[in-house]
């Protein structure tokens, strides 16, 4: 399995092909090196790590004027593959910035709704999930739902332990978040349950497993956070 670019590989992908774009001719490292104020070893370790990625490719050309022997330079062009990488990048950034909105947006109204209910948040919540196509902010919808689907019989969960356990979801020896699809389903057999809740969670918990298999390291981590957070207010 190709191991991820890191955060600083991928920067320099992006402003590669930025310069690149401009002219749509090859890059010396040198010239790429001035741009971006780095090293010249530094641009030109980088260039060879990226061509061993696939993602550039390295062009020897003799310089200007010189058509006999010589010793030729070596320029480096993008890869169509690290096109598609960096659409790719630049959509799953676009997704997290939209996630972070959502996110907070959650929060605050569970912190609002601490004192009045979180009954505007779950018919929200109820509209907004059957359309969502990012898996990132579908699984946010979807853990905030089964978190607040417990509020109602919240004595016998807290009695239970349960939103204790929930609040170390991710950890070593506990619940994960897949395993909240499972849990939210069984609601619809707890008879305190608002039926409209359960019915949903029932509904989406095949596409809540299957967006979740769609989701990097990184993004699983965010959204156990997020859970968590969740829980930590849910519990106050």
Known sequence: MRKELTRRQKQFLGKFLDIYQESEEPIHYVGLAKRLDIGKITAYEMLRLL??????????????????????????????????????????TADTEEWEIVKQRILKELQDGKAGGYETLLNDLLVRIPEQHSPLIFMTEMITTIILALTPIKKAVKDKGLLDRLSRIGLPG????IALAGFGAALSLVEDVNLRFSTLIMEQSEKYQE?????????????????RDVIKIVKG
């Open 51 to 92: 061509e061993k990625r696939g993602l550039v490719k390295a062009e020897y050309h003799l310089p200007p004027g010189n058509r006999g022997p010589g010793r030729s330079e070596v320029f480096f062009r993008p890869t169509k593959e690290s096109t598609r990488l960096f659409k790719r990048l630049s959509e799953n």
């Open 211 to 227: 967006m979740f298999t769609q989701l990097n390291e990184e993004k699983r981590e965010q959204l156990t956070d997020f859970t």
């Open 174 to 177: 506990e619940v994960g978040l």
